[in-house]
Structure formats: structure tokens, C-alpha cells
């Protein structure tokens, strides 16, 4: 699992070791899922006072999702963020993660990986969630 960034100059980054949500198999559809969203999202805020080491938020369920969701009578969820690692997990300033993929659908990065992130991700900034 990569997140690959694109600079505006021409620079290409990588991060490496995503976590995904509990059920890290398919689309996200429903609240509680678990899974992740997939597709084309923006993120339109960050939030330094987080539960988790800063996170910014995806602005997941857009519209075909919402309506893919009501269609069976649930809802989609929402709450979506790109994260690091709970603001108690002992040792996460230096890069420790808990284990495994253990979100209810964000993805999550080590300390060290959301605070670059977090230096070069704007909000407004465009993003494609691939499976």
C-alpha cells in the first residue's frame, strides 16, 4: 500500500505502509462498514486537534455515494480522514503504529508520515483512493 504525491514542480513522493479500516476489501458503502472509500475525493480540512496525530479530512460520501446509500435505506457514514496514529499509543512520535489495519475506514500513517503530509497537503487538495 502507497500514497504517492505529486508536486506541483514536478516531485514525486512516497509513503509507504497505509492502514486501512478493519475491512480493508472493497468501496466504502455504509456507515460502520469499516472499509474505505475509493475513488476521486478532496481533502477540505485538516484538524490539529484530533484524537489521532492531526488528520485531514476526506470529503467522502460524495454525492453518487450518498445516493448509492439511500437507495438501500442506510446511511453512508462520514468522518473520513487521513490520520496518524492514536494520541496515547505509547512511542508513535517515534514511528511506533499499532498493528494491522485497524481503523473504521480512515488510513492512518505514523506520526513522522501525517506530519510531512500535513506540511504538504493544502486544503482543496484533489485525491484518488485506488483499491
Known amino acids: 500500500r502507497v500514497m504517492t504525491l505529486y508536486g506541483v514542480d514536478g ?4 509513503i509507504e505502509g497505509l492502514q486501512l479500516g478493519d475491512a480493508p476489501q472493497g468501496h466504502k458503502r455504509f456507515e460502520g462498514d469499516e ?22 479530512h476526506i470529503d467522502y460520501p460524495s454525492p453518487a455515494d450518498r ?19 492514536p494520541n496515547d499509543w505509547p512511542g508513535a512520535d517515534l514511528g511506533a503504529r499499532v498493528p494491522g489495519d485497524w481503523t473504521d475506514g480512515c488510513i492512518a500513517l505514523s506520526n513522522p508520515q501525517i506530519e510531512a503530509l500535513w506540511q504538504a497537503v493544502p486544503d482543496g487538495t484533489p485525491i484518488e483512493i485506488l483499491p
Do not use: K, M, W
Not at 516531485?11 to 512516497?14: G, K, L, M, P
Not at 439511500?70 to 496514529?85: A, C, M, V
Open 11 to 14: 516531485s514525486v513522493h512516497r
Open 67 to 85: 445516493a448509492f446509500a439511500r437507495g438501500q435505506g442506510r446511511s453512508p457514514g462520514g468522518q473520513i480522514f487521513i490520520h496518524g496514529q
Open 35 to 56: 472499509r474505505t472509500p475509493e475513488g476521486r475525493y478532496t481533502i477540505d480540512y485538516g484538524n490539529p486537534q484530533s484524537a489521532y496525530h492531526l488528520s485531514l
